[in-house]
């Protein structure tokens, strides 16, 4: 009877926990569903905003890759460029070509006279253009009293408004060109003398402060040769830190010092590090300022504290059972590492060097401090030639005021990331191809 009564008993609680169970299972699957729906709704949100932000480079940095040229006959005269007949290098240098192309546009508008309207006048043409002049004859000194038609590059207010980038529909106080200047404007491109062409110099010449002459080449180039000297000082130094930290250190107290150091270090603010280049390398040493071997130099400081953390996580994601089947058939601790656990470790070691060289690449406060924000126009050839980086050269053209700086520093941007994008996406083929699943 009392058995019966117990079990009674336990099927009226099973059935009232069963009933609980039930009750609140609706509103635990309805909890789930907003929980997923504010996932989706975040997600959906972030790429929302990452695709505006795209959209808004894009949409900027696409008309910096043509540029607008106007085509004038230039007549290249011995009387200016060299009077006393000279024709050596040095006096087809420091010629008036200037005065060539004043003459070009004086031919086309004779009608303008007066002073002011004349500088209006040569406004139109870019004042990089006599470099233009000076390096087609410096090639070829048959041009010497010919006349050529040349394509040279206008002034950027001038490409702005071609492109559509700037309102004439404003009154003439409003914007930077001038009635005037607008009349000519449409007579040259009515002729057919101006043209949109691919903006070739954006890619192969360094800085300057003309936006329509400027350029990505040298701060490329700086990129290139500080990421190098990064290279080669950091992957080798921090791997092998992480090998011996990792498989030869002894556990005492000062590797444990060690370990909570560089794990420090790796949340440094970059701008230190700049600070101790500065101190260091600069003032101390007496190392060239502005050069890719101080930038180098930083950024492997900055850098090895991210490698040696990813490194040493690769070599203890190695199984130990891989150690001790090594040490079972004789193999030293040098062996037993550098045969069997180090290959094993190296895709994840290589992903942690890559994704740290990527930051470097996107580093600018570290090299702010060093003095690679100086204004560089030659493109470096050499590791101690003063140069700036991509991220420094976004930085000083977002600064400029001249609207032609606009579309230069979206195109810059995409080049950035198109590098920080390939170099990711390096470390991410590295871990598929060669991780193994233990």
Known sequence: MNNHTENSNSDNQGKRTHEIVKA????RRAAETRFRAYGLICIIAGLGILALLFTNIISHAMSAVEQTFLALDVTFEESILDPEGKHDA???????????????LAELFPEVKDRQQKRQLYGLV?????????????????LMGKTERVWVPVDDDVDMLVKGQTARDVQEGDRRLKDTQLAWIDKLAADGRLEKHFNKKFFTSGDSREPEMAGIWGALVGSMFTLMVT?????????????????????????????VNINNLAAVPSIVFGLLGLAVFIN?????????LVGGLVLTLMTLPVI??????????VPPSIREAALGVGASQMQTVFHHVLPLAMPGMLTGAIIGMARALGESAPLLMIGMVAFIVDVPQSLTDPSTVLPVQIYLWADSSERGFVERTSAAILV?????????????????RYERRW
């Open 24 to 27: 609140g299972l609706g509103r």
């Open 308 to 317: 040696i953390i990813a490194s040493r996580s690769a070599l203890k994601s």
């Open 416 to 432: 950035l990331l198109a590098f920080l994008i390939v170099m990711n996406g390096l470390a991410v083929y590295l871990r598929k």
């Open 284 to 292: 101390f040493f007496g190392l060239p300022r502005s050069s890719p």
């Open 90 to 104: 040095s006096t087809l240098a420091s010629a008036d070509y200037p005065m060539l192309l004043k003459r070009s």
């Open 231 to 259: 290279g080669l000082l950091s992957l080798p130094i921090g791997i092998a830190s992480a090998i011996y930290l990792e498989e030869f250190a002894p556990r005492n107290r000062w590797t444990d010092i060690i370990e």
């Open 126 to 142: 870019s004042s990089g253009a006599s470099y233009e002049l000076q390096e087609m004859l410096v090639k070829n000194p048959t």
